[in-house]
């Protein structure tokens, strides 16, 4: 069943409601892999809306179909049924060639273990996805420069990889993904392979993207403290979405809304927390290797290991107050 966040976040990102198609949407999105008595589904039934200009976080155990969900959601796999639509434009019966072209184009990748290229510069590396889109060495140096200024890099631009820091290298990945002005930014653990206090930093940058720029975001995570600089977490388990929670300072949100303090994003990281901690061990042994997704990807080949037969309640009912201890 629909909670009040999902309806009230459908209603904001719906054409219906006379405004533009949602940056992204997935409806009856399902994904099976294997066959008749070996077929595991990682996702059941998924659906869900991203308004332009939010920011969404997905949550869950270990083998939930987060990775599965990211991938299906920006062409990097098939679901076996449903519909997956980027901007109103539906991706699951688009071929390789033009959904490679759609990911360069319209969609921005930060990942966790940066995916630099080492023997280019910073602004090389951000220029990149500009040149392979045909953007003149001139104009995308210029664009390049001011993607790494927005992200406080722009006195690194000559630096290779190998002669910055991992919170330097995750910023440059940062202004990779934002160089295009991309529909959807994904984030797959963009904080994993950092200290908590350039993680802090490096949240900040994603969430002014967001504010100042009005990028919309997807980001995959398993640290509640992350989480709660979204608008909104998405708990996932045995590949569905169980659970939605609205965080503090979103404009859907309830008590705390419009504040995004360092208190409120602590309350809503300890709400986070509990509820998942409501969802461990809810999945099963899975059924293939992660197929970690790359910008000139194919569609993946197997899912993130994906838990069995049987549906989880949801942790809390309806809306939570934001930041509010449960």
């Not at 194919?298 to 069995?308: L, N």
């Given at each position: 069943m629909m909670n009040v966040d999902d309806e009230t976040y459908r209603r904001a990102g719906s054409a219906a409601a006379g405004g533009p198609p949602a940056a992204l949407a997935l409806t009856g999105v399902t994904r099976r892999y294997?066959?008749?008595?070996?077929?595991?589904?990682?996702?059941?039934?998924?659906?869900v809306e991203l308004p332009r200009g939010s920011f969404t976080a997905v949550m869950g155990p270990s083998g939930s179909g987060k990775s599965t969900l990211l991938q299906c959601a920006v062409g990097l796999d098939r679901p076996t049924a449903g519909s997956v639509r980027l901007g109103g434009q539906e991706l699951t019966g688009m071929g390789r060639r033009a959904l490679t072209r759609l990911r360069r184009e319209r969609i921005g990748f930060v990942f966790q273990s940066f995916n630099l290229l080492p023997a280019l510069t910073a602004e090389q590396n951000v220029g990149l996805p500009l040149r392979l889109a045909g953007t003149g060495s001139r104009r995308a140096r210029t664009l390049a420069r001011e993607a790494l200024g927005r992200v406080g890099l722009a006195e690194r631009a000559g630096r290779r990889p190998a002669e910055l820091s991992g919170g330097q290298q995750q910023r440059v990945a940062l202004a990779r993904a934002l160089v295009t002005a991309p529909e959807i930014v994904c984030a797959d653990e963009p904080t994993g392979a950092l200290d908590p206090a350039t993680a802090e930093e490096m949240l900040g940058l994603l969430r002014g993207a967001v504010d100042m720029l009005g990028a919309t975001v997807?980001?995959?995570?398993?640290?509640?403290?992350a989480a709660a600089h979204?608008?909104?977490?998405?708990?996932?388990?045995?590949?569905?979405?169980?659970?939605?929670?609205?965080?503090?300072?979103?404009?859907?949100?309830?008590?705390?809304?419009?504040?995004?303090?360092?208190?409120?994003?602590?309350?809503?990281?300890?709400?986070?927390?509990?509820?998942?901690?409501?969802?461990?061990?809810?999945?099963?042994?899975?059924?293939?290797?992660?197929?970690?997704?790359?910008?000139g990807s194919g569609p993946g080949s197997g899912p993130e290991s994906v838990g069995g037969a049987g549906s989880v309640p949801p942790a809390d009912g309806g809306r939570a107050a934001a930041g509010r201890a449960a």
């Amino acid at each position: 069943m629909m909670n009040v966040d999902d309806e009230t976040y459908r209603r904001a990102g719906s054409a219906a409601a006379g405004g533009p198609p949602a940056a992204l949407a997935l409806t009856g999105v399902t994904r099976r892999y294997g066959r008749r008595g070996a077929a595991v589904e990682a996702l059941r039934g998924i659906e869900v809306e991203l308004p332009r200009g939010s920011f969404t976080a997905v949550m869950g155990p270990s083998g939930s179909g987060k990775s599965t969900l990211l991938q299906c959601a920006v062409g990097l796999d098939r679901p076996t049924a449903g519909s997956v639509r980027l901007g109103g434009q539906e991706l699951t019966g688009m071929g390789r060639r033009a959904l490679t072209r759609l990911r360069r184009e319209r969609i921005g990748f930060v990942f966790q273990s940066f995916n630099l290229l080492p023997a280019l510069t910073a602004e090389q590396n951000v220029g990149l996805p500009l040149r392979l889109a045909g953007t003149g060495s001139r104009r995308a140096r210029t664009l390049a420069r001011e993607a790494l200024g927005r992200v406080g890099l722009a006195e690194r631009a000559g630096r290779r990889p190998a002669e910055l820091s991992g919170g330097q290298q995750q910023r440059v990945a940062l202004a990779r993904a934002l160089v295009t002005a991309p529909e959807i930014v994904c984030a797959d653990e963009p904080t994993g392979a950092l200290d908590p206090a350039t993680a802090e930093e490096m949240l900040g940058l994603l969430r002014g993207a967001v504010d100042m720029l009005g990028a919309t975001v997807l980001m995959v995570t398993h640290d509640p403290a992350a989480a709660a600089h979204a608008d909104r977490v998405l708990f996932l388990a045995d590949g569905m979405l169980v659970d939605t929670y609205v965080c503090a300072g979103s404009a859907d949100g309830a008590d705390g809304a419009g504040d995004r303090s360092g208190d409120a994003r602590t309350g809503a990281a300890a709400h986070i927390a509990r509820r998942m901690r409501a969802l461990a061990g809810r999945t099963r042994s899975g059924a293939g290797p992660r197929s970690g997704p790359g910008p000139g990807s194919g569609p993946g080949s197997g899912p993130e290991s994906v838990g069995g037969a049987g549906s989880v309640p949801p942790a809390d009912g309806g809306r939570a107050a934001a930041g509010r201890a449960a």
